[in-house]
């Protein structure tokens, strides 16, 4: 494969880290917001049963099967035009997803029939997720290896990139709760309008964000397009995908990684305003939660560099079960004991947060060594395609826990319900259970099954650093 870095481009540095830490912060902006609260919005805004927002998610992950890897496979064969293969995707899909994020949130809907509502809730997700949201996060997730080739820039590239989800993750979290919940009789009521403005904030905030990113990155790395297999070609990858075990563990990682956040941020939501009767303390949780990654920010790459991003991983991992576990254990109706608690299982998981998008780095590395063919956009949208997977599961099995522990939805304007004793323990031990088993799967994965420890992946630079040199 022609292989070359343009020298004749400024050198990498602060600036692509800033730039691709607003990639990120675009993304976030209407991904978080809508792992956080799309569900909420669907049970007590429009109405409709938890049980319905499960087969959505599941659908719509059924849909990104296609969605996600067609868009690889596009930007793996289209030839790069003068500002790079990935980087104008951001400017072609700013507007767009601007406009479905904010019809996804239109309060009027709740006025519509039972059908009319499931139309219009499938229509705008898919729309949102599968079409607009894939079209800008596959060209963005795969700019890392283009940017620059160097282990080192990469994990930098992956800590500010997960400094961009935190931020977008702090902001949401924080300020949504205050904004989109009052309280009445003691109990959380949310308010209708205000989901659809903050649509509209976060949408504006994305699309700027996205423009950003667009033009503070470089694209160093010049790939020559993929030409088009005929016959089985594509058949021929996904089998060759379908064998690297790196591949394979990361994205189980992933799943297990994302059902387990997802579910227990979603969740959240509802422990907070039901079980411990406050939105204003889920501020402060989802503030605290995101402090041990502030503090990671600064020593991840120095870490990852000095003893690998995976011995460090397993590490953080460790904790985080061990955090998780504890809140299961001990059932504490006390939130402050709980918010210590996850603190500490955030600490464990903060590493990790802030160097898992280095491992897919490695991970095209480790294919390009294999095969000898550099499929950039492809690994990024299988491993993609997994966290949305992840994404839809933790949206599909939390709706029917929701509903299996008897979770009773209203919709807005409709008097409020006291949930059962019996519901709320269900939601705490969903918030708790779900985290616990889904890092502990992490874990053993990366000690059992992922093989690109700190030796290997130096390794692996050093032999395409030798084979780019000779294609020279």
Not at 191 to 209: D, L, N, S, Y
């Amino acid at each position: 494969m022609a292989y070359d870095t343009n020298a004749s481009v400024r050198p990498f540095g602060i600036r692509d880290k800033i730039g691709y830490l607003f990639g990120d912060l675009a993304n976030d902006f209407t991904f978080i917001f809508a792992s956080s609260y799309l569900m909420k919005f669907y049970t007590d805004v429009l109405g409709v049963s938890a049980a319905l927002v499960g087969v959505l998610f599941l659908v719509a992950r059924f849909v990104d099967a296609f969605t996600d890897v067609g868009m690889g496979r596009l930007v793996d064969t289209l030839p790069a035009g003068k500002n790079g293969r990935f980087r104008p995707w951001l400017k072609r899909m700013a507007i767009p997803l601007f406009i479905i994020n904010v019809l996804m949130y239109l309060y009027p809907a709740a006025n519509l029939p039972t059908s009319l509502k499931t139309v219009y809730m499938f229509v705008t997700y898919i729309l949102w997720g599968s079409v607009c949201y894939t079209a800008a996060n596959i060209p963005y997730g795969s700019m890392a290896s283009v940017i620059t080739a160097e282990p080192g820039e990469r994990t930098s590239l992956s800590t500010f990139r997960s400094m961009g989800a935190m931020i977008a993750g702090i902001l949401i979290s924080v300020i949504s709760p205050l904004i989109l919940f009052r309280t009445e009789n003691g109990a959380q009521i949310v308010i209708p309008e205000r989901f659809t403005i903050m649509a509209v904030i976060f949408g504006v905030c994305a699309m700027i964000c996205y423009l950003l990113c667009y033009n503070l990155t470089t694209e160093r790395i010049q790939l020559a397009p993929k030409k088009a297999e005929k016959g089985a070609g594509f058949f021929t990858l996904a089998e060759t995908l379908l064998t690297n075990r790196a591949l394979l563990a990361i994205i189980g990682a992933a799943l297990a990684m994302l059902l387990c956040q997802l579910m227990a941020q979603s969740m959240n939501i509802y422990l907070f305003t039901d079980y411990f009767k406050s939105a204003t303390l889920l501020s402060v949780v989802s503030l605290a939660s995101f402090i041990p990654m502030l503090l990671m920010a600064p020593i991840a790459r120095i870490l990852s560099e000095k003893y690998g991003k995976k011995e460090c991983s397993i590490v953080g991992v460790a904790i985080a079960v061990l955090g998780y576990g504890a809140l299961f254990v001990v059932h504490t109706t006390n939130p402050i004991v709980y918010i210590v608690l996850m603190l500490i299982a955030s600490i464990g998981m903060g590493f990790f947060n802030m160097v898992i998008w280095a491992f897919i780095t490695d991970i095209i590395d480790y294919q390009e060594v294999r095969t000898g063919s550099r499929d950039d956009g492809t690994v990024y949208a299988i491993y993609s395609f997994s966290r949305k997977a992840g994404q839809a599961l933790a949206g599909g099995i939390g709706g029917f826990a929701l509903s299996a522990v008897g979770y009773v939805s209203v919709a807005a304007g409709q008097p409020a319900v006291q949930q059962s004793q019996a519901t709320l323990d269900g939601i705490y031990n969903i918030s708790t259970a779900a985290p616990t088993i889904g890092y502990l799967v992490v874990l053993l994965l990366l000690i059992f099954v992922y093989p690109l420890g700190k030796k290997e992946v130096d390794k692996n630079v050093a032999i395409l650093k030798e084979r780019h040199a000779q294609e020279k």
